[in-house]
């Protein structure tokens, strides 16, 4: 079974930055998704910056030069550095891995940008 527990999220004033982490704990195989997703209150959950099977990633327009998505293969862990943070970008951030073993998500972390 995977367990994926996020942390770093946090209120921050705007242009400031976060760096958001996803453990993993258990086995993943042939993972064909893993990254974030973002959910605004009244807005659907929007897909934020992810890697797709190989060394594929995408990542949101809006978010487009101001995140970046990383991995440390060595600590099972994810990370999605935000920097030149806008009021726009408060929401919940879910990590998601997609793999043949199942579609797992983790709590959610709380992100919010205010003055």
């Known amino acids: 079974q995977v367990q994926l527990v996020e942390s770093g999220g946090g209120l921050v004033q705007p242009g400031g930055s976060l760096r958001l982490s996803c453990a993993a704990s258990g086995s993943i195989f042939n993972f064909k998704f893993m990254g974030w997703y973002r959910q605004a209150p009244g807005k659907q959950r929007e897909l934020v910056a992810g890697?797709?099977?190989?060394?594929?990633?995408n990542y949101a327009g809006s978010v487009k030069g101001r995140f970046t998505i990383s991995t440390d293969n060595a600590k099972n862990t994810v990370y999605l550095q935000m920097t030149s943070l806008k009021l726009e970008d408060t929401a919940v951030y879910y990590c998601?891995?997609?793999?043949?073993?199942?579609?797992?998500w983790g709590q959610g972390t709380q992100v919010t940008v205010s003055s």
């Open positions: 890697f797709f099977g190989g060394d594929s990633t």
């Open positions: 998601n891995v997609l793999a043949d073993t199942g579609d797992y």
